[in-house]
């Protein structure tokens, strides 16, 4: 009311000093907020030039203490390389001792076999069994393989021991005793066949004969029936038989099992050695036969894969070299000529609708095939060996071929050739001899062209094998135990396991018999398992135990627990709840660490990963494999002082790169370190071998002890050991120094300097220990390889 009372000038007044006002107040703000920002602008500046200047100082530190550690390093290798070479000639002393008693304990047990360190004696020994008259079959010939068996085992083992140039004769005598073997028998094969109709009719009926022995276990049948109603051929005193189809049945073939308890043809593999990853060893040997076919051993006897070329025509009551035929006696028939002659039929015990189609010259190969099977929407293909339509939740990709373990040895299936029978003519006895006395003629079923129905074989699994679960074996199931198993055929060609085309496979733990539909009869067959079932390690231990023992715990991707037990005089087995029923023949006798895990492998326990094993997980649970030299050096202190401190997995070594290797060390286990409070039964080891506390434990003792090839300034270093603060977060990935600490070359100097002394007498322990129990410690670190294949979680 005032304002509309006032003159125009006054209004004129009062907007001017509102006006004034407002842009007082608003340059008021303004400076107030360019005084803010300035202040922020010199906080932040003083903020980055603290960082900056902390940076630098951490930076100087750094190098500071990365320029005084290599100080130390140098001036540690000086002052202690008296005392490592004084290690080492104590090692090759105990070495060279170990050696002659050996050598003496070889030498007092008079073996009838040649020493597996001498190349002389074992040349001169395979030179006298080429040389000798083939063995009859039976006894003579059973108890010559025995003897074979027990060399190959020795030479093997002998190999994994050796090194270098010996090692490599030794394989290669491996080889050639395994080729002289097979030709042994197939010659006694041979020359028992001639006279199978006399050992028929000395058993009253048809001809099989079998044998069982420690190491193998052989089966020959005769069919000299030639009768359609025989439709499997058994031998039960070895545990094996086989679906016999009709063309077979009705054929003049012998059936031949040789049964190994060891994998004599995937080749003599190196339990010690790294191998390259599958992928680029694929390639390569791709790469080189492209270049040069590699050569393939030839048998000892021929094999028949098709029909013979000149048919001889014989007249009726007739043989092919013109001598009458024995009265009853049906024509000699080969698989093929059978398989052309008779019209295959359903097997009603299988699948109905299963055929035999063979291809024509006009139709042939896969093509003749794919029209006479047109309607079946590619059955035939399915039935050759093609992966059966993937179901809506696809599984996990199979193994590679490559990474098939064999379980419990294999089982070679031969389909020989009878030779001719004998004759009577006016009075006289006549018998042909042609190539087929004296050697083996294979026939192949399915013949080249062929589609047959799998057939059923089954085989017995020995004692000393971990069987896998009951069941059907390589289908999914509620534990997906069974997953893990298959039945397998060795493919010759790439020399690989495969399990194509086989189905149906079980395991019946009652009888320990693996059965499984097979697309090949003529096959090597073998129970087969993942080489990393057992992988990644869940966790480890590795405690003193004893004036110069130790022990050491290990638990496995499947929950077993094994407990080694180390000393001078090698590696021992303990026995244990958590320890498979199986291996007790292995437990409590000390080997040398190379022997025990070849040992494992044969039955079926596969602890020596490889790289081209950690191809076999996701990106996301594949192990981080450590740097080679790296891990040699943590192998070699970790075992000069395993006699005294213990040592334990760490969950962070995972994180820290293929530079940088992460362990867990804690003073000797004292009773009242089991002291614990009722309720924290989780704290205590699964094992009941253990008695010492979960080291994951809150109370548990445990140091942080870093090995890093990388430096305090991010650089490349010969070595790094250091105690590092374990209350880091994990992306810290524990790389700073314990309180009071500093790097050294050597855990042994770390721990020795501990600020509270608690090492002392564990060091001691440690010094005066044998040097062989350290070598042995080195030797299974070697294999097992805790630092690169322990899971982080």
């Known amino acids: 009311r005032r ?9 004129a007044a009062a907007k001017a000093a509102a006006k004034k006002a407002k842009e007082a107040e608003k340059a008021r703000l303004a400076e107030e907020q360019r005084i803010a920002e300035e202040a922020e602008a010199a906080r932040l500046e003083a903020a980055r030039l ?19 550690h290599l100080l130390r390093l140098k001036e540690e290798d000086e002052k202690y390389a008296p005392s490592y070479a004084a290690e080492a000639a104590a090692l090759t002393a105990e070495r060279a001792a170990a050696a002659a008693a050996t050598e003496w304990a070889r030498y007092t047990a008079d073996s009838p076999l040649p020493d597996p360190w001498s190349q002389s004696q074992l040349r001169d020994l395979l030179g006298e069994w080429t040389e000798a008259p083939d063995a009859a079959y039976g006894d003579a010939l059973f108890a010559e393989r025995e003897r074979a068996s027990t060399l190959r085992a020795q030479l093997l083992e002998a190999s994994h021991l050796a090194e270098g140039a010996t090692s490599a004769w030794q394989r290669e005598l491996v080889s050639e005793l395994d080729a002289l073997t097979r030709r042994r028998l197939d010659r006694s094969t041979a020359q028992f066949l001639v006279g199978a109709e006399d050992e028929a009719a000395a058993q009253g009926g048809d001809m099989s004969i079998s044998c069982e022995r420690a190491t193998f276990a052989i089966g020959l049948w005769a069919n000299l029936t030639k009768s359609s109603r025989t439709k499997a051929c058994c031998f039960d005193g070895i545990g094996f038989s086989a679906e016999l189809p009709k063309t077979l049945a009705l054929s003049s073939i012998a059936l031949r099992a040789v049964r190994s308890y060891v994998d004599t043809v995937s080749g003599v593999e190196d339990t010690m050695a790294r ?16 270049a040069e076919p590699a050569p393939t051993e030839e048998p000892s006897g021929t094999e028949r894969t098709g029909p013979i070329d000149e048919p001889v025509t014989v007249n009726e009551g007739e043989d092919e070299g013109g001598e009458a035929k024995p009265t009853g006696e049906a024509p000699s028939t080969t698989v093929e000529e059978s398989a052309q002659a008779i019209e295959p039929k359903d097997n009603p015990e299988r699948k109905e609708g299963a055929e035999e189609v063979e291809g024509t010259d006009g139709d042939a190969g896969e093509g003749a095939v794919g029209d006479t ?28 071929p490559r990474s098939w373990l064999s379980l419990g040895g294999v089982v070679s299936i031969d389909v020989l050739t009878l030779p001719p029978a004998k004759a009577v003519a006016k009075g006289w006895m006549v018998r042909e001899l042609t190539p087929l006395s004296t050697s083996v003629e294979r026939q192949t079923y399915p013949p080249p062209a062929v589609i047959a129905a799998p057939l059923k074989v089954s085989f017995r699994l020995p004692p000393t094998v971990v069987p896998p679960p009951q069941g059907r074996l390589g289908a999914s199931s509620a534990t997906g135990a069974g997953a893990e198993y298959g039945v397998a055929l060795f493919d010759e060609t790439d020399k690989l396991w495969r399990t194509d085309g086989v189905e149906d496979a079980e395991y019946d733990a009652l009888s320990r018999t693996v059965s499984a539909y097979v697309p090949r009869l003529t096959s090597t067959i073998a129970l087969v398992q993942p080489r990393h079932a057992d992988l990644p390690f869940r966790r480890w231990l590795l405690t003193p135990s004893g004036p110069s023992r130790c022990t050491l715990l290990l638990e496995t991707a499947r929950r077993h627990t094994y407990t080694l037990e180390l000393s001078a005089s090698g590696v021992a087995l303990v026995p244990s709840s958590e320890c498979p029923a199986e291996l007790a023949t292995l437990a409590s006798t000390p080997l040398a660490p190379a022997l025990l895990f070849h040992r494992l492998r044969d039955a079926g326990v596969w602890l020596c990963p490889h790289d081209a094993d950690a191809e076999a997980f996701s990106q996301d649970q594949r192990p981080r494999l450590k740097d080679p030299s790296l891990e040699a050096e943590v192998h070699r202190e970790a075992s000069r002082l395993a006699a005294g401190v213990r040592f334990c997995w760490s969950r962070r070594n995972q994180l820290l790169g293929a530079e940088r290797a992460m362990l867990r060390v804690a003073p000797p286990h004292t009773p009242a370190d089991t ?14 071998a253990c008695a010492d506390a979960d080291p994951w434990a809150a109370d548990a003792p445990w140091q942080s002890l870093l090995h890093s090839r990388i430096g305090p300034t991010g650089g490349a270093i010969d070595r790094y050991v250091a105690l590092v603060d374990p209350s880091e977060s994990e992306t810290d990935a524990g790389t700073r120094l314990l309180d009071g600490t500093t790097a050294h070359s050597t855990p042994a100097l770390c721990l020795a300097a501990d600020p509270a002394g608690q090492y002392a007498s564990a060091l001691e322990q440690s010094a005066s220990s044998a040097h062989l129990l350290r070598d042995h410690v080195r030797q299974v670190l070697d294999v097992l390889r805790l630092w690169s294949f322990t899971q982080s979680v």
């Open 675 to 688: 002291d614990l409070d009722e309720g924290d039964e989780e704290n205590v080891m699964e094992s009941p």
């Open 3 to 11: 304002y509309e009372t006032m003159g125009s000038d006054e209004k």
């Open 373 to 400: 099977a047109g309607a079946r929407d590619g059955a035939s293909a399915e039935q050759e060996g093609a992966s059966p339509p993937q179901p809506p939740a696809p599984p996990p990709p199979p193994p590679h």
């Open 275 to 290: 191998v390259p990853d599958a992928e680029a060893e694929m390639e390569a040997e791709a790469e080189q036969a492209e």
């Open 50 to 68: 603290e960082r900056e200047r902390a940076a630098a100082e951490e930076a100087e530190r750094r190098r500071v203490e990365e320029a005084e």
